[in-house]
């Protein structure tokens, strides 16, 4: 296996990996925002906006990421005309990345909803009844009795849901964004190694992947620390 084109094509990858990690910062969070609300949505008594939730929810789910991607860039793109940025090398057309944001963002959106609301409903319901004995309001009660109860619970699942949106942030090659997937087709392309290339992406993913299992790993035992069931 040759890797000899690393020495000239490095800039490739590594601002690659910036526009990747930027991608999945910004999903990782709108994501999170999205899914915390559908999953209060879901539990609420206002029926129109339960069916709501669990529209989006079961739409979201239920079919490709990848479609969804291309249905979004098609009907999106006409809102964003953006100018393109520079990265680096590598030009960012910003008229495809925020959608292709947006699309990701609202997907994970849905798997955090199911995610969160599994933990909520794995706090013992007592919490809540000896919150109001004590005079808080039901969203003083989520804020301050429950939601801190439930992170224990929805970590390691939300954990793994924020490393899939790294690796799923590749898709976006698909519509044109120019991530560490795409930076290494150029490479690919230019070098005429096709081989390679990928395996330097691919070991960048899993350090990435890794070092975010780990952080992650390292927050749920500071969260459980003096904790007992």
């Not at 490739?12 to 910062?25: D, E, K, Q, R």
Request: glycine fraction near 8%.
């Amino acid at each position: 296996m040759n890797f000899d084109f690393l020495p000239t094509y490095y800039p490739y990858f590594f601002y690659g990996t910036v526009v990747t990690l930027i991608i999945s910062v910004i999903t990782i969070i709108f994501g999170t925002i999205i899914g915390v609300v559908m999953a209060l949505l879901k539990r609420s008594q206002v029926p129109p906006l339960r069916w709501l939730a669990n529209i989006y929810i079961e739409v979201l789910r239920g079919t490709p990421m990848l479609l969804q991607i291309m249905i979004g860039f098609i009907s999106l793109q006409n809102l964003f005309k953006l100018p393109a940025v520079q990265i680096g090398i590598l030009s960012l057309d910003l008229s495809r990345l925020i959608p292709g944001i947006i699309v990701i963002s609202l997907n994970s959106g849905a798997y955090v909803a199911e995610i969160v609301r599994g933990g909520i409903n794995a706090v013992d319901f007592g919490q809540t009844e000896a919150a109001g004995s004590l005079g808080l309001r039901p969203g003083q009660t989520m804020r301050y009795v429950v939601l801190p109860q439930a992170l224990r619970n929805i970590l390691p699942p939300l954990g793994n849901e924020f490393i899939v949106l790294i690796k799923d942030s590749s898709l976006l090659s698909i519509i044109g964004i120019v991530e560490l997937m795409n930076s290494s087709q150029i490479v690919v392309t230019s070098t005429f190694t096709p081989l390679s290339p990928y395996f330097v992406a691919a070991a960048i993913y899993f350090v990435i992947t890794f070092a975010t299992s780990r952080g992650l790993g390292a927050w749920e035992k500071k969260l459980g620390r003096g904790y007992h069931r």
